[in-house]
């Protein structure tokens, strides 16, 4: 009988309003979810779009080892060297921005010789003072004046049709030049004065006046230390 009068006092209505309820409460607990997990990924793209913007990458690899030394920068001039280029500059009016490629060159052909890059840069003063296109009247060309007639035999492959107004291939053939001379000759006085077309000089005058002007280079090189 207990029973009986449960089962009439029970409510269907009831229960289904409470069914519905719940269903409605778990669809919002479920569409803030939803919305949540929107809103995150809006905040990382937003992020991730920033940065590609700002770093011009998108999601970039790490760099090789390989492409390192592809954008590593060139070797600059050694302090020694980088202490004389004001002191060139001066004497003879050049900018040192222009000066900084020829002095590159006769550092980097200077160690590949093993000849001394102020010798090369005293060499060069004489004679053209710092001049790629200088010319002499019997035909001497470029930084070192080199006679293109005598020394084609020394341009290095692929040096384009004006060689000896290019100041790297100019200073190459140069120190060729020069290296032989010293050789010939047996010292490095001897070779100056053959390089400078005056082998029978007994006083050496054109060895004495470059090897005057390796000492001032060497004395402002020696004055820049710190």
């Known amino acids: 009988m207990s029973t009986t009068i449960a089962l009439k006092g029970f409510n269907p209505r009831r229960v289904d309003v409470s069914l519905s309820f719940l269903q409605h409460s778990l669809m919002v607990v479920g569409l803030m979810l939803l919305l949540g997990s929107f809103k995150h990924w809006i905040e990382v793209d937003v992020t991730d779009n920033v940065q590609t913007t700002v770093t ?40 040192p921005e222009a000066l900084v490629p020829i002095f590159e060159a006769a550092q980097r052909v200077g160690r590949e010789r093993r000849v001394d890059p102020l010798l090369i840069i005293a060499i060069i003063g004489i004679e053209s003072r710092f001049n790629p296109f200088a010319e002499s009247p ?30 790297v291939t100019n200073i190459q053939v140069g120190v060729h030049v020069l290296e032989e001379a010293i050789r010939w000759r047996g010292s490095l006085t001897a070779g100056l004065q053959h390089y400078g077309g005056a082998p029978d000089d007994p006083e050496a005058s054109y060895a004495n006046k470059v090897m005057a002007e390796k000492d001032r280079l060497e004395q402002a090189a020696r004055r820049g230390r710190a």
Do not use: C
Request: no cysteine; glycine share 10%.
């Open 56 to 95: 011009g990458e998108a999601a970039a690899a790490p760099a090789s080892a390989g492409d390192e030394a592809e954008i590593a920068p060139q070797p600059v001039l050694s302090a020694r060297l980088h202490r004389v280029l004001d002191t060139v500059s001066r004497r003879y009016r050049v900018a």
């Open 138 to 167: 019997v035909g001497a060309k470029g930084l070192m004046q080199v006679i293109p007639g005598y020394h084609l035999d020394k341009v290095p492959a692929g040096a384009g049709e004006t060689p000896f107004l290019d100041p």
